[in-house]
């Protein structure tokens, strides 16, 4: 079965800091893993698509990689902000289907 | 533009009661999907249509029914409420690997 495992589930961090969240996933054969930022009460935003050849990709302070050998994905962000407090979703389809698979999000708390 | 639109945002129906959650985009997208959040579980798919014509089930179809209207309207259905349905419901366009999500409709089923 299908599986995205999203690590840690919540993270507390000061505004500047920097922070690292982690994707394991299990989607065979892959296709494309794919980074979303969720503000509470909204719909997901899009911040990064990757391929499988692509290995790392950036969107302003957020720079995501991909380890396709060990189905593995890291999003950083750099020097956060209040505004980076969301959940950050990690996604990934198999070629040929149209169902992707939703981790569970990490909740990201930015405290002044 | 204004991408994916869902109509109502929040709605609150007793048990047994039906409505339908639209939604619209305007992007000329083929592909529609209309998932469902739950507090601690990732978004989970109920239906999902590939191009105006087709539909197809998802992850958790029970109690739901759909319908492309044509391209660019994609409504799902409650004929019967429950309150396990009690959700946030989001509806997303799609095209080539990018995905694109309504603002959500908070639905409450008493």
Redesign the interface.
Known sequence: KNQ?EQSPQSLIILEGKNCTLQCNYTVSPF??L?WYKQDT??????LT?M?FSENTKSNGRYTATLDADTKQSSLHITASQLSDSASY?C?V?ARGS???T????TSLIVHP | NAG?TQTPKFQVLKTGQSMTLQCAQDMNHN?MYWYRQDP??????IY?S?SEGTT?K??VPNGYNVSRLNKREFSLRLESAAPSQTSVY?C?SSWD????????TRLTVT
């Open positions: 995205v296709s494309n794919r009460g909204r719909g997901p935003v899009s698509i391929t979703i996604v389809s149209y169902i992707p939703f981790g569970r999000g | 994916v592909s601690g579980m990732g978004l989970r798919l999902y590939a197809d998802g992850e989001f997303a690997y990018e995905q694109y999500f309504g603002p959500g």
